[in-house]
């Protein structure tokens, strides 16, 4: 069955990491269709809107999107973007890799995090001049979503470690659900987990980033856990992420547009093509994926290396090592 997939490319070195997903995806035995649909600030720029209806249309109807990253128009492209996928999760994996510096070689998390709600409700208000707030909603069935499919994450991919993370000592009622939901599908899976505060979470990972495995979190939790060990693994150049929605989903990496070095043709492309991998299992071609996934490694490992990782390479020629090794 042939997939229709989105491409977006967006804005800087999103224009020159997605053409090396897909020139990748294209070398391996898939049946993939592309369908190119642009966003970001040039598009504003040009056509008035970040986010044309047309391409809004492209990734709805798309089996999956291949986003690259947009510029200052990021919070108009990528958050609705995800709505248009119905993405419930956001899985973020930080792996330090071999042969490459990292703060802890020995970290390999990923990040399961609730996509919709928390503190990202978007519901707030202004009561009168200088006092503001926001109402963070959490419901049982979003949480019982985030947390089945962190736990059939974890035992899909391998690992023993399942912590939720929550602060329901203090948000009682809402981090109160998301944990109690937790815990009931944990015993309704019989599944090992942990429970941790946040806050001390942050520091324990820090120090011990080998003690855990995924980590299944509230919206703003994730959002911030998975950056911190991003720092743990050395580079926004390999961090890959997923939304995941019933019907339709979205792999990005976790860098933007990259001002700094757009038009250098130095951009790593390792996030974008290990979002691509995701992308290749999320469809469920999970020896494609594995092939992907270990000729990026490979090339990390071996070189050639982009400047972000030391080396003098260019986007292209890590590209063309890893059609080599493909
Ligand atoms: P950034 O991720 O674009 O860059 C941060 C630093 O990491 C820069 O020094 C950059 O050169 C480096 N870097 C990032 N990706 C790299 C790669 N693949 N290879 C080598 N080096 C890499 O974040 P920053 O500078 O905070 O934001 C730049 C723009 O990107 C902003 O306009 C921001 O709004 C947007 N942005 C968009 C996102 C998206 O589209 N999902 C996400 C984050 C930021
Ligand atoms: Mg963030």
């Known amino acids: 069955m042939t997939h229709e997939i989105a491409v977006i490319p967006g804005d800087g070195i999103g224009r020159e990491v997605t053409p090396a ?9 898939v049946d993939l269709e592309f369908v190119h649909a642009e966003a970001g600030d040039a598009t504003l720029e040009e056509t008035g809107e970040a986010l044309p209806a047309e391409t809004r249309a ?16 990021a919070a108009d492209v990528i958050l609705p973007l995800r709505e248009v996928v119905g993405s419930f999760a956001n899985v973020r994996p930080a792996r330090a890799y071999p042969g490459l510096d990292a703060v802890k070689p020995e970290t390999d998390l990923v990040f399961i995090r609730e996509n919709t709600e928390g503190v990202y409700s978007g519901i707030e208000s202004e009561i009168t001049e200088g006092v503001r707030t926001l ?12 947390a089945e499919y962190g736990f059939r ?17 203090v948000m009682r009622e809402t981090d109160g659900l998301f944990l109690e939901t937790a815990e009931r599908v944990a015993e309704e899976r019989d599944a090992d987990y942990d429970t941790a505060l946040m806050d001390a979470l942050a520091m324990h990972l820090i120090i011990h980033p080998e003690d855990y495995g995924v980590v299944v979190c509230p919206n703003l939790a994730g959002d911030m856990l998975s950056d911190l060990a991003a720092g743990l ?66 090339t990390l490992a071996e070189g050639p290396h982009t400047p972000d990782l030391g080396g003098d390479a260019g986007t292209e020629d890590v590209t063309a090592a890893v059609l080599d090794r493909l």
Do not use: C
């Open 153 to 169: 994450y974890a035992q899909r991919n391998g690992y023993d470690d399942v912590t939720v993370a929550h602060k329901a000592n």
């Open 135 to 146: 109402t963070r909603v959490v419901t049982e069935e979003a949480s019982r979503e985030i």
């Open 21 to 29: 997903a897909v020139e990748v995806l294209e070398a391996l035995p």
């Open 58 to 73: 492209v990734a709805e109807e798309a089996d999956a999107t291949l986003f690259g990253a947009v510029g200052e128009t």
């Open 233 to 298: 693994v050395g580079g926004l150049g390999l961090l890959p992420s997923a939304n995941i929605g019933h019907e339709n989903a979205l792999f990005e990496p976790v860098h933007g547009s990259a001002p700094d070095i757009a038009g250098q043709g130095v951009a790593n492309p390792a996030a974008m093509l290990f979002s691509a991998a995701m992308l290749l299992e999320h469809l469920e071609y999970p020896d494609e994926a594995a092939r992907l996934r270990e000729a990026v490694e490979a």
